[in-house]
C-alpha cells in the first residue's frame, strides 16, 4: 500500500471517528427528555439557556452563569426531575427555575387543576388560590375558593397546582418539581 493510500486510509478513520463523537454530542442535546448521565469526572458550564425535562447526573461540577437560567420542566404530572450533581455552582444572576411547571392554572370562570386546585371566580368574585403545604387563600368576594393542603413543607416533591380562574383571566400555574442532590459543594 502506498503511502497516499496509508494517508487516506488514516484520514478516513480520524473522519470517521469525529463524525461518531458529533452524533454522541449532538444526540445528548437534541434528545434531552431522556436521562443523561455523565460518569466521569467533568465539569459542564451552561453557555445559554437550557430547558432539561428528564434526569441529569455529572460527577464533576455544573456551573450556572450570570444571565443564564436552566428550566427543569416537570409539567407532566406525577413528575419530578433529578439533578444529581458533585458540585453545583449558581453564580450571581443565574438561575434554576421549574415556574409555573407545575398543574395548569383554570381558564377564566374555571377551577384549577391538580391536588389543592384553587375554585373558580366569577364575574363578582375572583379566583381561589392554590394550595401546596398550606391551603391557598381565598378570592376576592369568594369564601374557601382557596384550595386544599396536601405535599410536604419541609420537602416539597410533588407539582404545585393551579390556581382558580378569574372572571376574565386565567389562574396561574403551579410550580414544578426538581430534586437537587449535590454530594460536593452548593454554591450560591
Known amino acids: 500500500m502506498s503511502k ?3 494517508a487516506r486510509v488514516k484520514v478516513g478513520l480520524i473522519a470517521a471517528t469525529v463524525g461518531l463523537l458529533a452524533v454522541v454530542y449532538f444526540s445528548l442535546f437534541l434528545f434531552r ?3 443523561v448521565i455523565l460518569a466521569s469526572p ?4 451552561l453557555i445559554e439557556d437550557e430547558t432539561w425535562d428528564g434526569d441529569f447526573t455529572l460527577d464533576g461540577t455544573l456551573t450556572i452563569p450570570a444571565g443564564i437560567t436552566l428550566t ?3 409539567s407532566v404530572p406525577g413528575t419530578t426531575i433529578t439533578i444529581n450533581v458533585g458540585n453545583l455552582v449558581v453564580e450571581a444572576g443565574g ?3 421549574a415556574t409555573a411547571k407545575g398543574f395548569a392554572g383554570g381558564a377564566a370562570q374555571t377551577d384549577g387543576t391538580g391536588t ?3 375554585a373558580a371566580g366569577s364575574a363578582t368574585a375572583g379566583g381561589g388560590g392554590a394550595g ?5 387563600g381565598d378570592g376576592g368576594n369568594n369564601p ?3 384550595g386544599t393542603s396536601y405535599g410536604s413543607i419541609s420537602e416539597p416533591i410533588d407539582l404545585g397546582s393551579g390556581g382558580g380562574g378569574g372572571d376574565t383571566a386565567a389562574g396561574g400555574a403551579g410550580g414544578g418539581a426538581m430534586h437537587l442532590i449535590v454530594s460536593g459543594a452548593l454554591t450560591l
Open 4 to 6: 497516499y493510500a496509508k
Open 42 to 45: 467533568t465539569d459542564w458550564t
Open 33 to 35: 427528555s431522556d436521562t
Open 132 to 136: 401546596y403545604g398550606a391551603a391557598g
Open 72 to 74: 427543569v420542566d416537570s
Open 144 to 146: 374557601g375558593s382557596g
Open 116 to 118: 389543592g386546585a384553587g
Open 95 to 97: 438561575n434554576i427555575t
